[in-house]
């Protein structure tokens, strides 16, 4: 529990606020002028969102938000999004108002004991490589997309990029299982890390598919206590790289994810940016974030959201654009599109569809930027590529690799441990080869990003539609490859 006098020295009066963390170690209080805040400090010169007080590990911190005029604590000027460790008798000045924190009560000793000392904040960062982390909430954020909130023990700031992602490495059915999901909180509240993660059915065509694997397990597995090893953060598909005064975000679906990172982030840094945000659903009860969305647009006059349906339901109320986004809706949604830098994430159809059209409307390609979020492409020769049955009584005979390798020009990917030649497409990359062969290989990202599905080629040659980031040149000269955006050209061999 923090208590707090809040006096406004040009007209004297007086307040007190007690701040009550509901689970007893974590929470979090937000500061400003805006009526919505916790503490409401009436002001021009106090921003909307000035600040705030987290509660966690048992330590109160105080953070600005970004705020214009800036804060002081004991007279020391605070860093925009640091975390200043609070004290009793610790004096915090916003505008004509003095916050003194008074009745501080913190963990016992014994608890005290797993706390690592550190900067001003008392909290060691964490900015790249392999962590366990601790689920702490899971939110319903629609009927099939959950968001899971994490944090680590001992506490640990999570320092990333807005739009990054994480990869999971968990164990499922007894197997190792690598999968990337992009971060959906913001690195400006960096005391948590959240995932938000859609279930995945069988295709409807296709019941006999399976289902998405890792997401559903999370769905079904991942409880509040529950523990996850990670490792990023990764991707390049930040706007944190790049300045910009106007930004239009374009997501369908799961897609969201990347862009609600960076909504957040410049909502609460108080950037000078002018934002806005598109996003397609296929029903009202299918909008991921909604309620958020509405306050962000309601909280920050920078935001604009737009949301069409593409499936609107009889018995659910919509009254806003309806259909597929086109180029009439895009005119009326950022009449200025071609003046903004464009972040665009979803299923790989969505995606070709909306850079089609951008293309096809004279924007600046060079200002396109995207993120995949669609499965991987079915070969078309998959009944082509079949193993053949066994033969009765007798175990599948292993591959024997010959010195004079087949002449043919015909793209084949030999899996030299497991003994499997597989004829495919020229467009088909090895990862989804193998797993349509049943050969295991790791993978994270899918997209050349996370470097969990390397693999050593033994012969032949592999080509890329980009150059992956996830390879160092030492990496390349000894003949590694990325086995999710590596394509076989001709017959290639790999150690699998």
Request: aromatic letters at 6%.
């Amino acid at each position: 529990m923090l208590t707090t006098t809040v006096i406004n020295y040009q007209t004297n009066e007086l307040q007190e606020k007690t701040l009550k963390p509901e689970t007893g170690i974590q929470g979090e209080y937000l500061i400003g002028r805006h009526p919505s805040c916790d503490l409401v400090l009436d002001s021009p010169v106090v921003s909307r969102v000035h600040g705030r007080i987290l509660c966690q590990g048992g330590k109160y911190y105080f953070t600005d938000l970004g705020s214009t005029d800036g804060s002081r604590i004991n007279n020391e000027e605070v860093d925009v999004n640091q975390n200043w460790l609070l004290k009793e008798d610790d004096i915090i000045r916003i505008g004509e108002f003095v916050l003194l924190v008074k009745d501080l009560q913190l963990y016992g000793s014994s608890q005290e004991a797993n706390l690592v000392d550190g900067n001003s904040t008392g909290i060691k960062q964490w900015t790249k490589g392999e962590i366990t982390v601790r689920c702490v909430q899971v939110i319903d954020e629609t009927d099939d997309v959950k968001t899971f909130r994490f944090v680590a023990e001992p506490p640990i700031l999570f320092s990333y990029k807005p739009g990054q992602f994480v990869t999971l490495d968990l164990e499922i059915d007894g197997k190792p299982v690598k999968r990337s999901y992009s971060i959906s909180s913001s690195p400006s509240r960096p005391h948590t890390l959240e995932i938000t993660v859609k279930r995945v059915p069988a295709p409807p065509d296709a019941p006999d598919l399976p289902a998405g694997l890792v997401s559903n397990w999370l769905h079904d597995n991942i409880k509040v206590g529950s523990e996850v090893r990670l490792n990023g953060p990764m991707g390049k598909f930040t706007c944190a790289d790049h300045r910009a005064d106007k930004l239009l975000f374009i997501s369908a679906g799961s897609g969201i994810t990347p862009m609600m990172s960076m909504s957040k982030w410049l909502c609460d840094t108080g950037a000078d940016v002018d934002v806005v945000f598109v996003f397609s659903a296929r029903s009202p009860k299918d909008i991921i974030y909604h309620q958020k969305l509405q306050l962000m647009a309601a909280l920050y006059p920078n935001f604009k959201l737009a949301i069409t349906m593409t499936r609107p339901e009889l018995d659910q109320a919509w009254s806003g654009y309806t259909g597929r986004l086109n180029e009439a809706m895009l005119e009326q949604m950022a009449p200025d599109f071609r003046d903004r830098i464009v972040y665009v994430c979803g299923p790989n159809p969505f995606m070709a569809g909306v850079k089609g059209m951008l293309a096809g409307l004279d924007f600046p390609m060079e200002n396109y930027n995207e993120e995949s979020f669609g499965g991987k492409k079915p070969s078309k020769k998959k009944a082509a590529a079949t193993t053949p049955a066994p033969v009765k009584g007798e175990d599948r005979p292993r591959l024997h690799l010959v010195e004079s390798p087949s002449t043919s020009n015909e793209p084949t990917v030999v899996f030299a441990e497991s003994g499997k030649e597989v004829s495919c497409d020229a467009e088909d990359v090895i990862l989804d080869v193998a797993e349509q062969e049943g050969v295991p290989l790791p993978s994270g990202c899918r997209m050349g990003a996370c470097g969990a599905c390397k693999r050593k080629l033994l012969e032949g040659k592999v080509e890329y539609d980009d150059e992956p980031d996830a390879l160092e040149d030492e990496e390349r000269q000894e003949g590694m490859i990325l086995t999710c955006v590596a394509r076989p050209v001709g017959r290639v061999v790999v150690s699998a």
